[in-house]
């Protein structure tokens, strides 16, 4: 462990990877069990939207159960954002709680990180990806998120989702890159291994390896509660990161738990698409906010009374932070390196086929909140 460490501190070092002096810093306070000053995070994750045209029933979008608004990233406002981190943000990861690709300008709003110099990269269900905007937004890593090699089984968690656009989707994306040679996305597929799915995992694997994509990832699922561990947790225990014993007596923990650390919340920041921070990834309803990041800018959000006390918080007293109770924590962001585009592609058309217009796909989500109180 000490000697990895060492090493991945010399490699640093040596290759001085953009946002190296950030994470080196952030990453000592962290390990001094010093809750602040940071130096900006290297990290950032940013949301799109958190509407969906998905009904994924653990994922509070999909099961109607998001407390905050729904609504769509501003494009002013995220350039203006985009052309003050640009300098000190190595990694941009362009997804949080709903489907990056029925934000209509995701592909332009992409191409201007990349256009700065940020490694970008996303995740989606695939039904909306407009395979000629990937390769025109010059995003670095795309993952198609499937579940099911067959629609029926797909949709048993992939609710309202239809395997044949994403992979559609997914394979005109390859067809696509083979002809822009300058085009350097990495394509992955992703499979959610649940319970209905754990006996197409081989065929999944053997499927993606044809198509040609660059990496295929079996994903373990997670689940919120006891109920939704019992109908979508495999049988086969190899898939879970969740403590079996526990588990038996009817407690859902995962196996590691971290003991009053977390240096992943460091080296990174949360955005929801209105600007407002939070700590991670795991407060997907925004109950921690630590303020917004459009009206006062990253360094004043990282480094402010919120962020720093809840840093504090969890050095101290981390079993009693609701967001870290089913979390084994994220380790290290990676400083990916990466170049600003260094071709033009002019994207004529863009395929926005049946996506929803962002009203309507406001209204959608306010009609499954409320369907979902009236039962
Ligand atoms: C909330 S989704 C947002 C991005 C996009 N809508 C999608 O589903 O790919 C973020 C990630 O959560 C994953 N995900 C959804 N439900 C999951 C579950 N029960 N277990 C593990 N990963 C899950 C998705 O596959 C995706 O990688
Ligand atoms: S596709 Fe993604 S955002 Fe949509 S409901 Fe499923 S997990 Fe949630
Ligand atoms: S929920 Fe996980 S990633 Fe977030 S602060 Fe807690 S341990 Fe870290």
């Known amino acids: 462990m000490f000697a990895r460490k060492t090493k991945l501190v010399a490699d640093m070092l040596y290759k001085r990877p953009k946002g190296w ?40 979008t999909g099961k109607g159960d998001m407390q905050r608004k729904t609504g769509f990233l501003d494009e002013d406002l995220y350039k203006e954002f985009i052309d003050n981190v640009a300098p000190t943000t190595a990694v941009l990861l362009y997804y949080f709680m709903g489907e990056p690709f029925m934000h209509r300008s995701s592909y332009d709003m992409i191409r201007y990180a990349r256009d700065k110099g940020i490694y970008v990269e996303s995740c989606t269900n695939g039904d909306f990806v407009d395979p000629e905007g990937v390769i025109y937004s010059d995003i670095n890593k795309i993952s198609f998120q499937l579940g099911g090699m067959d629609n029926a089984t797909h949709q048993r968690y992939r609710i309202r989702s239809k395997l044949d656009k994403a992979v559609g989707n997914l394979e005109r994306l390859l067809d ?20 209905h799915n754990e006996e197409q995992v081989d065929d999944f694997l053997k499927w993606a390896k044809e198509i040609g994509v660059d990496r295929a990832s079996v994903i373990d699922p997670c689940a919120r509660n006891m109920m939704e ?14 403590d079996e014993e526990a588990f038996a007596q009817g407690i859902l923990r995962p196996k590691k738990i971290p003991q009053n650390e977390c240096v ?72 990916q390196h990466t170049n600003p585009a260094g071709f033009t592609i002019q994207r004529h058309t863009i395929n926005d086929g049946d996506i929803p217009s962002h009203d309507e796909a406001i209204a959608n989500a306010q009609n499954t909140l409320l369907s979902i109180s009236r039962k």
């Open 21 to 60: 002096k950030s994470l080196l810093w952030n990453s000592s306070m962290a390990q001094l069990k010093r809750s602040g000053p940071l130096m900006a995070p290297v990290h950032i994750s940013i949301e799109p939207t958190n509407a969906c045209n998905a009904r994924c029933p653990v994922c509070e």
């Open 264 to 335: 992943w919340i460091w080296n990174s920041i949360q955005l929801n698409w209105d600007g407002t921070a939070v700590p991670c990834c795991r407060d997907t309803n925004g109950v921690l906010p630590f303020g917004n990041v459009f009206d006062k800018g990253i360094n004043a959000i990282f480094n402010g009374e919120a962020a720093t006390d809840f840093r504090h918080q969890l050095l101290q007293r981390q079993g009693d932070i609701s967001i870290c109770k089913l979390c084994s924590g994220y380790g290290l962001p990676q400083l």
């Open 229 to 242: 561990a019992h109908a979508y947790l495999p049988k086969n225990k190899k898939y879970w990161f969740y």
């Open 176 to 195: 696509l890159r083979r002809k822009h040679r300058n085009s350097s996305v990495e394509v992955e597929v992703g499979f959610i291994v649940m319970r």
